[in-house]
């Protein structure tokens, strides 16, 4: 009965065309994993090609003919769009910065986007309670409803669908059937079939008996295998991915530099190749005259797939570059002199400046790096909630401000005068920044600080 209340909740929400999941998929790939689906992609489409690499790459090379049938991303010319070669310094730079990042967990990718949102206390302990009870796969490990009181139950179902619509999709599910179900009730382009064969024809599926379920659905070889590339697009352990604890290091998607006294933000462009339509099957399309009809449809397919999957490029790029120069101007002074000016900044403050969707500025500052002055940081860094400040001023301070506060202040400390959290705390107080010892405790602990008795 779950599975049913969860995907008729799921019908309440917006569908998502082909275009917009792939669009949404790209967001979310980090540039190691963007290079590898970019290779893939070049390699499955012989439409689609990549720039060689001697060539400057210009917006126009990335943006897509416009065409009847293909016109996703009009806002791909914007102006503000720039793409800057690594230069020496740069490489050098990110050889000697570049960070060697711990796999993020599940947990900590979507309490991150839980934290971000805004939520009732109540609505935040028990987002935190789902999300703590879900295994690497995102699944619950015990039922929801042993988690809350008997009149919390409505509180849970509404943050069961939220979390089940962070990023990735799908998780907080009972099991991959759940979770695929989910998936692909967020999908307009959901061939109706889905639904029967992922809730009455999954042990068929999963022995691989496919002629059997084309008997049972009544329907050719030809609609089975649509429904077949619909199925292989879902993943059916989205949490899986957080599971694989590793260390890699750290490519940046972003350099910020300085220009004539201001702070300009470039893609790395070094590290993403560059793609067109193959020039031969453009002329095969725009011939028109004397090519066979099936040989037609399949370049118009290729070339109308090549477009969609460029588009998708360009917009990730740019969305990526519009949320980085947002939080640039929102943390200007972080950015002019250091980690401890870093502003509080909500994922509603940049959607807003951007004009997108949370859950979008959420997807594509996960796992992207950008390089400051200061060392290269995850964009989801400059992201960080509010401290009040002390007196009646109402100043407001950011927890990772804070945080480089009491690193300093421990730093600075003798080893003769070992700080106290509790002298921590009044020292804090002193520069207008009102915080418990516990909070004090808990921050030196984030930052790998021992107490005063270990220091």
Request: charged share 30%; proline share 4%.
């Amino acid at each position: 009965m779950q599975v049913q209340r969860t995907v008729i909740s799921q019908e309440q929400r917006l569908k998502m065309s082909p275009q917009m999941y792939q669009s949404i998929q790209l967001m979310a790939l980090p540039i190691q994993d963007l290079r590898q689906k970019i290779a893939e992609e070049v390699e499955k489409n012989p439409a689609l090609e990549e720039v060689e690499s001697s060539k400057a790459a210009t917006l126009d090379d990335m943006t897509p003919k416009k065409s009847d049938e293909f016109d996703p991303f009009e806002n791909s010319s914007d102006p503000g769009y720039q793409r800057g070669t690594v230069t020496g310094e740069d490489t050098k730079r990110k050889f000697l910065e570049g960070a060697i990042s711990r796999g993020e967990s599940l947990q900590d990718h979507l309490l991150w986007q839980l934290h971000m949102t805004v939520l009732s206390e109540e609505e935040n302990r028990i987002g935190e309670l789902l999300i703590s009870n879900l295994d690497g796969n995102g699944f619950h490990m015990e039922p929801p409803r042993t988690l809350v009181r008997e009149e919390d139950r409505d509180i849970l179902e509404k943050m069961m669908l939220l979390i089940q619509g962070f990023d990735p999709l799908g998780v907080c599910a009972a099991d991959h059937r759940e979770s695929l179900l989910i998936q692909a009730h967020l999908r307009e382009d959901m061939p109706v079939e889905v639904d029967k064969v992922l809730t009455d024809l999954m042990e068929l599926l999963e022995k691989e008996k496919y002629n059997e379920i084309i008997r049972q659905l009544k329907i050719s070889r030809e609609r089975w295998d649509g429904i077949m590339e619909f199925l292989k697009s879902l993943d059916p352990y989205p949490g899986s991915i957080y599971s694989q604890s590793s260390y890699n290091y750290v490519i940046p998607d972003l350099i910020v530099r300085k220009k004539d006294g201001e702070f300009v933000i470039v893609l790395n462009d070094e590290e993403i190749p560059v793609l067109r339509i193959n020039s031969f099957f453009e002329d095969i399309q725009e011939g028109g005259v004397g090519e066979d009809k099936k040989v037609k449809q399949f370049v118009n397919g290729r070339v109308r797939d090549a477009r969609w999957f460029i588009g998708s490029i360009n917009q990730r790029n740019m969305t990526l570059l519009k949320t980085a120069t947002a939080i640039l101007e929102f943390q200007r002074e972080f950015f002019r002199r250091g980690p401890k000016y870093l502003n509080p900044l909500t994922l509603k403050d940049v959607a807003g400046e951007i004009g997108v969707h949370e859950a979008t500025v959420s997807r594509i500052t996960t796992n992207k790096y950008v390089q400051t002055e200061w060392g290269i940081y995850e964009l989801k860094h400059f992201f960080t909630n509010s401290i009040s400040g002390a007196g009646s001023g109402g100043s407001k301070f950011s927890k990772e401000g804070v945080k480089e506060v009491i690193r300093e202040i421990i730093a600075e400390s003798s080893e003769e005068q070992k700080l106290s959290d509790q002298k921590i705390s009044d020292l804090l107080s002193k520069k207008g920044i009102s915080i418990a010892r516990r909070t004090v405790a808990k921050y030196r602990k984030e930052l790998a600080l021992g107490s005063s008795f270990k220091r």
